[in-house]
């Protein structure tokens, strides 16, 4: 009837199977509400190719040496990518938190680290799922070149885990549906829009390019559209130094806030 | 061995309520314990601390001998719990549920699927297994949390209210159940408002009240403590007045009706040998309340009353 006496079976093989329980389980959900999770970035990478591709693209000309169409698209994907990966923590946490489901992981015998990396590779599953279905959307007006696929996995990769992490955050704190919605609209959005998706930085004023280079997001999408068209806005080298401290430091911040018990213990 | 020892657990909450006052504690291995005591007299807030859900303020807790500051994960690995509320994915199908909480505890998909088809089974729940179980009665959602907390095979079972709302005929059934994995060595604390049901259920017994433990003995040294208990007789033929009891405190309730209140150094044999010599027939007998409960709340009231005279 009972399991073999503490100890024998190791802590690492539960680990093992827990992690990969709570990933199966984070797929699953992106799955199973796929209407939610993967439709929606499609239908919006079609409209602004539509309209800021097609329609105003048209009359910009050429940015960074390609046409606005190829400029914009790989700040659209990492756009997706950026939402999505924080999107799916945010709701996905928050729900096991209102629905008192987190519990089933708090009493099992998981450490806390493990179980926000598998929050965390959800988080990354959504991300890489949502920017593949937008990359293809983006294929069906206009052809990007990959010239260092490298750096293309390793921006998606690093990015969508320090937005993971930010959706942890802000899931551990909030206490009700507002409290979820309100980082992504007056923190995320403005700054995925100021962070040079549609535009290049070399364009602003001084005092605004300055303003641009305190922007995480920049570092980002410029590292990003490297990969692909080998242009960039910023240093890349310090890019990938940003991105690797801010998931680092927001890991440490987020297992700490966990080890306390903030937001989901008494 | 001891299957949870606690020692001085303290907690006080942020609002400076303080739920538990240093409570001492053992359940020894393959017990099948009772924990009671009144609403909001601790008993959640030291399974939350057991099942690290609440934060201890001081004090230590060990499960099988693993001490929760220092081999948590060992710890739980021990334990099952079934909380007091639904506190699974209502939105996920039933089975998904088991096998998940199964993959939580470390168990290999195959074997986390043959698991979740045992024990939903053994708990009438297989063929609702497709179903999500927000669609599921509240009795379905008390088995599907016990069956959630079996699929590891922990060896201490904590049951906080297990069959709170739950029909009568599901509660004995459920009763069964427990005897059962009882019986096959796990350990079992049990919390239940069904007095009742820890009697019939449990061998040893901790009542805490205001946060402290007021009492903590076997449950037939707990049922012997009962100084007095007050039997209910049905009588064949309407009485119209109450039969002489002397040295009874008894009452008519209506005129079939008769209850006598019964000291521990008095006797029902005297009791019925007058009411026989004055020609009253008794057909049946019970006790007014359950012998447990009127332990129970001749404690608590009297530890109240204690309480006013020196608070």
Redesign the interface.
């Known amino acids: 009837?009972?399991?073999p006496?503490?100890?024998t079976?190791s802590?690492a093989?539960?680990?093992?199977?827990?992690f990969?329980?709570?990933m199966?389980?984070e797929y699953?959900r992106i799955i199973r509400i796929w209407g939610q999770t993967l439709v929606p970035p499609a239908v919006t990478a079609t409209l602004y190719f539509i309209i800021f591709g097609s329609l105003i693209g048209r009359r910009i000309g050429t940015m960074g040496g390609y046409d606005y169409m190829q400029y914009i698209a790989p700040g659209l994907i990492m756009m997706a990518i950026i939402s999505n990966s924080y999107g799916n923590v945010v709701s996905s946490f928050f729900g096991?938190k209102f629905?008192?489901?987190i519990?089933?992981?708090?009493?099992?015998?998981?450490?806390n680290w493990l179980i926000v990396l598998g929050y965390v590779s959800g988080g990354v599953m959504r991300g890489l799922l949502v920017g593949a279905v937008v990359t293809v959307v983006t294929l069906f007006f206009t052809h990007i070149p990959v010239e260092h696929p490298l750096l293309v996995a390793a921006s998606v990769l690093l990015t969508s885990v320090v937005f993971a992490l930010g959706g942890l955050f802000n899931a551990i704190f909030a206490k009700n549906f507002d409290q979820i919605s309100w980082f992504p609209t007056f923190v995320l959005t403005p700054l995925i829009y100021l962070g040079g998706v549609f535009y290049s930085v070399s364009l602003l004023p001084d005092w605004a390019q300055r303003l641009s280079y305190v922007n995480p997001i920049l570092y980002m999408v410029n590292a990003f559209r490297h990969g692909f068209l080998g242009t960039s806005d910023v240093d890349l080298r310090f890019a990938f130094l940003i991105m690797a401290a801010f998931a680092a430091a927001m890991f440490a911040v987020v297992v700490t806030l966990m080890n306390r018990?903030t937001g989901i213990?008494? | 061995m001891k299957a949870l020892s606690i020692r001085g657990l303290t907690k006080t909450?942020r609002n400076g309520v303080q739920a538990l006052h240093g409570i001492d504690l053992d359940v020894e291995e393959g017990d099948f314990f009772a924990l009671l005591g009144p609403n909001g007299a601790g008993k959640t807030t030291a399974i939350?601390i057991v099942?690290?859900?609440?934060?201890k303020s001081g004090g230590t807790v060990s499960v099988?001998g693993?001490d929760i500051d220092r081999e948590?994960?060992?710890?739980?690995?021990?334990?099952g719990?079934v909380?007091q509320?639904?506190?699974?994915?209502?939105f996920e199908k039933v089975f998904?549920i088991i096998v998940?909480?199964a993959?939580?505890?470390?168990?290999?998909?195959r074997l986390a699927l043959e698991r979740a088809e045992r024990y939903l089974r053994q708990l009438q729940l297989w063929d609702k297994r497709d179903s999500i179980a927000r669609s599921l009665s509240g009795g379905m959602k008390r088995r599907l949390m016990i069956a959630?907390a079996l699929v590891?095979?922990?060896?201490l079972l904590i049951l906080d209210e297990p069959t709170a709302g739950v029909d009568i005929e599901i509660r004995r059934s459920m009763w069964g159940f427990l005897r059962m994995?009882n019986a096959?060595?796990?350990t079992i604390i049990l919390t239940t408002h069904y007095l009742e049901e820890a009697e019939s259920l449990c061998r040893n017994i901790a009542i805490i009240d205001g946060g402290r433990i007021i009492e903590n003995e076997t449950m037939a040294g707990v049922i012997r403590k009962l100084a007095q208990e007050t039997f209910v007789l049905n009588l064949r033929s309407a009485v119209a007045a109450p039969p002489p009891l002397p040295g009874y405190v008894s009452r008519m309730t209506d005129d079939h009706t008769l209850e006598v209140e019964v000291t521990r150094e008095q006797s029902l044999n005297d009791i019925f040998a007058r009411l026989s010599q004055g020609g009253i027939e008794v057909v049946s007998m019970r006790n007014k309340v359950n012998r447990l409960e009127e332990l129970f709340m001749r404690l608590v009231e009297s530890k109240g009353a204690a309480g006013a005279r020196t608070g």
Not at chain 2, 103 to 109: E, I, M, T, W
């Open positions: 009837m009972q399991s006496a503490p100890g079976k802590l093989a539960i680990r093992r199977v827990g990969q329980t709570i199966r389980r699953g096991a629905g008192k489901h519990e089933e992981l708090l009493v099992a015998p998981l450490p018990g213990r008494e | 909450y939350g099942m690290s859900l609440v934060t099988f693993h948590l994960d060992l710890a739980k690995s021990c334990i719990l909380p509320e639904i506190n699974f994915n209502q998904t998940n909480q993959g939580f505890y470390g168990l290999p998909r959630r590891h095979e922990p060896r994995i096959q060595g796990t």
